[in-house]
Protein backbone atom coordinates (compact mmCIF):
# COMPACT_ATOMS: atom_id res chain seq x y z
CA UNK A 1 0.00 0.00 0.00
CA UNK A 2 1.18 3.63 -0.56
CA UNK A 3 2.12 5.52 2.01
CA UNK A 4 -0.49 8.02 3.08
CA UNK A 5 1.08 11.34 3.42
CA UNK A 6 -1.71 13.74 4.97
CA UNK A 7 -1.70 17.39 4.64
CA UNK A 8 -4.28 18.79 7.09
CA UNK A 9 -5.07 22.41 5.86
CA UNK A 10 -7.69 25.56 5.92
CA UNK A 11 -6.18 28.28 5.27
CA UNK A 12 -8.00 29.93 8.00
CA UNK A 13 -7.30 29.70 11.87
CA UNK A 14 -8.82 27.92 14.60
CA UNK A 15 -11.30 25.83 12.49
CA UNK A 16 -9.88 22.14 14.29
CA UNK A 17 -7.04 21.36 11.64
CA UNK A 18 -4.49 20.63 14.87
CA UNK A 19 -7.23 18.67 16.41
CA UNK A 20 -8.18 16.81 13.14
CA UNK A 21 -4.46 15.78 12.39
CA UNK A 22 -3.46 14.91 15.86
CA UNK A 23 -6.72 12.64 16.57
CA UNK A 24 -6.41 11.45 12.82
CA UNK A 25 -2.74 10.65 13.67
CA UNK A 26 -4.08 9.19 17.26
CA UNK A 27 -6.84 6.71 15.24
CA UNK A 28 -4.35 5.38 13.13
CA UNK A 29 -1.47 4.80 15.50
CA UNK A 30 -4.16 2.65 17.72
CA UNK A 31 -4.86 1.02 13.95
CA UNK A 32 -1.10 -0.32 14.66
CA UNK A 33 0.60 2.58 12.05
CA UNK A 34 3.55 4.47 12.93
CA UNK A 35 2.39 7.49 12.34
CA UNK A 36 4.51 10.85 12.24
CA UNK A 37 2.74 13.92 13.00
CA UNK A 38 4.40 16.71 10.95
CA UNK A 39 3.95 20.10 12.44
CA UNK A 40 3.99 22.79 9.88
CA UNK A 41 2.93 25.57 11.99
CA UNK A 42 4.69 27.99 14.13
CA UNK A 43 2.82 28.12 16.89
CA UNK A 44 3.72 24.70 17.48
CA UNK A 45 0.62 23.46 18.84
CA UNK A 46 0.81 19.44 17.89
CA UNK A 47 3.47 18.49 20.18
CA UNK A 48 1.87 20.26 23.10
CA UNK A 49 -1.60 18.96 22.31
CA UNK A 50 0.08 15.45 21.53
CA UNK A 51 1.91 15.83 25.43
CA UNK A 52 5.28 16.49 24.19
CA UNK A 53 7.80 19.42 24.31
CA UNK A 54 6.75 22.04 21.60
CA UNK A 55 9.71 23.51 21.90
CA UNK A 56 11.64 20.85 20.87
CA UNK A 57 14.24 21.11 17.57
CA UNK A 58 11.25 19.64 15.09
CA UNK A 59 10.31 20.79 11.50
CA UNK A 60 12.24 23.51 10.93
CA UNK A 61 15.53 21.45 11.74
CA UNK A 62 14.36 19.04 9.05
CA UNK A 63 13.43 21.77 6.49
CA UNK A 64 17.16 22.89 7.34
CA UNK A 65 18.80 19.68 6.47
CA UNK A 66 19.55 18.11 9.51
CA UNK A 67 17.92 14.73 11.74
CA UNK A 68 15.59 16.02 14.51
CA UNK A 69 14.38 12.66 16.17
CA UNK A 70 11.00 12.83 16.27
CA UNK A 71 9.21 13.14 19.25
CA UNK A 72 7.26 9.88 20.78
CA UNK A 73 3.34 10.50 21.91
CA UNK A 74 2.57 7.04 22.47
CA UNK A 75 2.37 3.48 21.12
CA UNK A 76 3.03 4.06 17.50
CA UNK A 77 2.92 8.19 17.24
CA UNK A 78 5.57 10.55 17.30
CA UNK A 79 6.00 14.38 16.55
CA UNK A 80 7.78 16.69 14.61
CA UNK A 81 7.17 19.72 16.26
CA UNK A 82 6.49 23.37 14.87
CA UNK A 83 8.17 26.65 16.01
CA UNK A 84 8.68 30.29 15.56
CA UNK A 85 12.10 29.18 13.53
CA UNK A 86 9.25 28.22 10.98
CA UNK A 87 9.12 31.80 9.74
CA UNK A 88 13.16 32.60 9.29
CA UNK A 89 14.46 33.68 5.86
CA UNK A 90 16.21 30.02 4.93
CA UNK A 91 12.57 28.22 5.59
CA UNK A 92 10.73 30.98 3.41
CA UNK A 93 13.18 30.65 0.27
CA UNK A 94 13.00 26.74 -0.26
CA UNK A 95 11.76 25.22 -3.04
CA UNK A 96 7.83 24.32 -2.82
CA UNK A 97 8.90 20.42 -2.84
CA UNK A 98 11.61 20.64 -0.46
CA UNK A 99 9.34 18.92 2.32
CA UNK A 100 8.67 16.44 -0.03
CA UNK A 101 12.32 15.75 -0.51
CA UNK A 102 13.07 15.80 3.20
CA UNK A 103 10.30 13.34 4.55
CA UNK A 104 11.25 10.66 1.58
CA UNK A 105 13.96 9.09 3.80
CA UNK A 106 11.75 8.69 6.71
CA UNK A 107 10.15 5.36 7.87
CA UNK A 108 6.46 5.41 8.82
CA UNK A 109 3.61 4.23 7.65
CA UNK A 110 1.31 7.46 7.80
CA UNK A 111 2.52 11.34 7.58
CA UNK A 112 -0.05 13.80 8.83
CA UNK A 113 1.60 17.41 8.09
CA UNK A 114 -0.51 19.75 10.15
CA UNK A 115 -0.71 23.43 8.16
CA UNK A 116 -0.97 26.76 9.94
CA UNK A 117 -3.27 29.28 9.31
CA UNK A 118 -2.47 31.61 7.05
CA UNK A 119 1.00 30.90 6.15
CA UNK A 120 0.41 29.94 2.77
CA UNK A 121 4.44 28.99 1.70
CA UNK A 122 4.38 26.56 4.87
CA UNK A 123 0.91 24.91 3.78
CA UNK A 124 2.31 24.53 0.11
CA UNK A 125 4.99 22.88 1.37
CA UNK A 126 2.54 20.29 3.13
CA UNK A 127 0.68 20.29 0.07
CA UNK A 128 3.42 19.22 -2.42
CA UNK A 129 4.66 16.80 0.27
CA UNK A 130 1.41 14.95 0.68
CA UNK A 131 -0.76 12.84 -1.26
CA UNK A 132 -4.14 13.58 0.12
CA UNK A 133 -5.48 16.44 1.91
CA UNK A 134 -8.16 17.18 4.21
CA UNK A 135 -9.21 20.77 3.58
CA UNK A 136 -11.08 21.61 7.06
CA UNK A 137 -13.94 24.16 7.23
CA UNK A 138 -16.05 25.05 9.98
CA UNK A 139 -19.51 27.20 9.22
CA UNK A 140 -19.05 29.97 9.31
CA UNK A 141 -18.23 31.93 5.69
CA UNK A 142 -14.76 32.92 6.48
CA UNK A 143 -13.70 29.37 6.80
CA UNK A 144 -15.18 28.01 3.80
CA UNK A 145 -13.74 31.03 1.91
CA UNK A 146 -10.55 30.01 3.12
CA UNK A 147 -10.88 25.99 2.26
CA UNK A 148 -12.37 27.57 -0.40
CA UNK A 149 -8.97 29.01 -1.75
CA UNK A 150 -6.89 25.40 -0.57
CA UNK A 151 -9.46 23.49 -2.94
CA UNK A 152 -8.62 26.18 -5.53
CA UNK A 153 -4.66 25.65 -5.08
CA UNK A 154 -4.90 21.79 -5.59
CA UNK A 155 -6.76 21.84 -8.03
CA UNK A 156 -4.79 24.25 -10.43
CA UNK A 157 -1.76 21.93 -9.23
CA UNK A 158 -3.21 18.91 -10.56
CA UNK A 159 -4.47 20.36 -13.44
CA UNK A 160 -0.93 21.98 -14.25
CA UNK A 161 0.33 18.36 -13.79
CA UNK A 162 2.51 19.45 -10.46
CA UNK A 163 3.46 17.52 -7.77
CA UNK A 164 1.45 16.94 -4.66
CA UNK A 165 -2.09 15.87 -3.23
CA UNK A 166 -4.10 14.05 -6.10
CA UNK A 167 -6.92 13.16 -3.92
CA UNK A 168 -8.82 15.45 -1.33
CA UNK A 169 -11.76 15.75 1.06
CA UNK A 170 -13.57 18.49 2.61
CA UNK A 171 -13.73 18.05 6.69
CA UNK A 172 -17.33 20.00 7.93
CA UNK A 173 -15.23 20.93 11.75
CA UNK A 174 -16.94 21.66 15.09
CA UNK A 175 -20.23 20.50 13.51
CA UNK A 176 -23.61 20.86 15.93
CA UNK A 177 -26.48 20.66 14.48
CA UNK A 178 -28.36 22.23 16.87
CA UNK A 179 -26.93 25.51 15.22
CA UNK A 180 -28.79 26.74 11.60
CA UNK A 181 -25.64 27.93 10.21
CA UNK A 182 -23.87 24.32 10.70
CA UNK A 183 -26.94 22.92 9.00
CA UNK A 184 -26.76 24.84 6.46
CA UNK A 185 -23.26 24.12 5.60
CA UNK A 186 -23.55 20.51 4.31
CA UNK A 187 -25.94 21.54 1.74
CA UNK A 188 -24.09 24.61 0.67
CA UNK A 189 -20.58 22.49 0.14
CA UNK A 190 -22.63 19.72 -1.69
CA UNK A 191 -24.01 22.61 -4.53
CA UNK A 192 -20.34 23.97 -4.73
CA UNK A 193 -18.36 20.86 -4.79
CA UNK A 194 -20.55 18.09 -5.89
CA UNK A 195 -17.93 15.63 -6.69
CA UNK A 196 -15.26 16.46 -3.34
CA UNK A 197 -16.38 14.12 -0.13
CA UNK A 198 -17.86 15.52 2.48
CA UNK A 199 -16.30 14.07 6.22
CA UNK A 200 -17.86 15.75 9.52
CA UNK A 201 -16.01 16.16 12.34
CA UNK A 202 -19.06 17.08 15.20
CA UNK A 203 -18.22 19.43 18.09
CA UNK A 204 -17.10 17.13 20.69
CA UNK A 205 -15.92 18.56 24.27
CA UNK A 206 -13.84 15.26 24.51
CA UNK A 207 -11.85 16.40 21.19
CA UNK A 208 -11.46 19.95 23.20
CA UNK A 209 -10.36 17.98 26.52
CA UNK A 210 -8.21 15.42 25.08
CA UNK A 211 -6.48 18.56 23.95
CA UNK A 212 -6.56 20.48 26.92
CA UNK A 213 -4.84 17.31 28.80
CA UNK A 214 -2.51 16.69 26.39
CA UNK A 215 -3.09 13.34 25.75
CA UNK A 216 -3.78 11.71 22.10
CA UNK A 217 -7.23 10.81 21.41
CA UNK A 218 -7.67 7.29 21.70
CA UNK A 219 -5.69 7.21 24.67
CA UNK A 220 -7.87 10.00 26.23
CA UNK A 221 -11.26 8.26 25.19
CA UNK A 222 -11.39 5.76 22.60
CA UNK A 223 -15.45 5.85 22.77
CA UNK A 224 -16.42 9.49 21.53
CA UNK A 225 -18.29 10.73 18.81
CA UNK A 226 -15.12 12.56 17.73
CA UNK A 227 -12.89 9.44 18.10
CA UNK A 228 -15.55 7.36 15.79
CA UNK A 229 -15.55 11.07 13.60
CA UNK A 230 -11.85 10.66 13.30
CA UNK A 231 -12.26 6.83 12.66
CA UNK A 232 -14.53 7.17 9.63
CA UNK A 233 -11.62 9.77 8.08
CA UNK A 234 -9.02 7.42 8.79
CA UNK A 235 -11.25 4.45 6.62
CA UNK A 236 -11.69 7.33 3.80
CA UNK A 237 -7.96 8.11 3.54
CA UNK A 238 -7.08 4.47 3.34
CA UNK A 239 -9.65 2.93 1.24
CA UNK A 240 -10.77 5.98 -0.45
N1 LIG B 1 -14.62 19.01 16.87
C1 LIG B 1 -14.34 19.81 17.89
N2 LIG B 1 -15.12 19.81 19.00
C2 LIG B 1 -14.84 20.62 20.03
N3 LIG B 1 -13.83 21.49 20.06
C3 LIG B 1 -13.01 21.54 19.00
C4 LIG B 1 -13.21 20.70 17.86
N4 LIG B 1 -12.25 20.97 16.96
C5 LIG B 1 -11.48 21.93 17.51
N5 LIG B 1 -11.93 22.28 18.73
C6 LIG B 1 -11.39 23.32 19.61
O1 LIG B 1 -11.30 24.52 18.84
C7 LIG B 1 -10.09 25.20 19.13
C8 LIG B 1 -9.27 25.35 17.84
O2 LIG B 1 -8.93 24.05 17.40
P1 LIG B 1 -7.54 23.76 16.68
O3 LIG B 1 -6.40 24.29 17.45
O4 LIG B 1 -7.54 22.32 16.33
O5 LIG B 1 -7.75 24.64 15.35
P2 LIG B 1 -6.66 25.03 14.27
O6 LIG B 1 -7.38 25.20 12.98
O7 LIG B 1 -5.55 24.07 14.29
O8 LIG B 1 -6.16 26.43 14.82
P3 LIG B 1 -4.89 27.26 14.28
O9 LIG B 1 -5.34 27.90 13.01
O10 LIG B 1 -4.59 28.24 15.38
O11 LIG B 1 -3.77 26.29 14.05
C9 LIG B 1 -9.41 24.40 20.21
O12 LIG B 1 -9.74 24.95 21.45
C10 LIG B 1 -9.98 23.00 20.05
O13 LIG B 1 -9.99 22.28 21.26
MG1 LIG C 1 -3.48 24.40 14.43
Known amino acids: ?40 DPQSNAGYLLGTDPTAPGTAELLSGNSPTPLEAGLGLYVLPG ?23 LDYDVLIFDCPPG ?48 RWALVLSKIDLRRSMDQALDKQLALT ?9 HQDSALAWAGAERMPLMQYEPTSKGAKD ?4 AHWVSNG
Not at 136 to 165: F, I, N, W, Y
Request: include cysteine; charge should be positive; proline fraction near 5%.
Open 193 to 201: YPSIERLIV
Open 83 to 105: GPDLTGHNIQALDPEDLADAVAP
Open 1 to 40: MIQPRIAVAARKGGVGKTTVACGLASVLANLGKRVLVVDL
Open 119 to 166: VEYLERLALVAANVALVCTDAHPLAVMGAGRVLSELKLRQQKGRKGAS
Open 230 to 233: LQAI
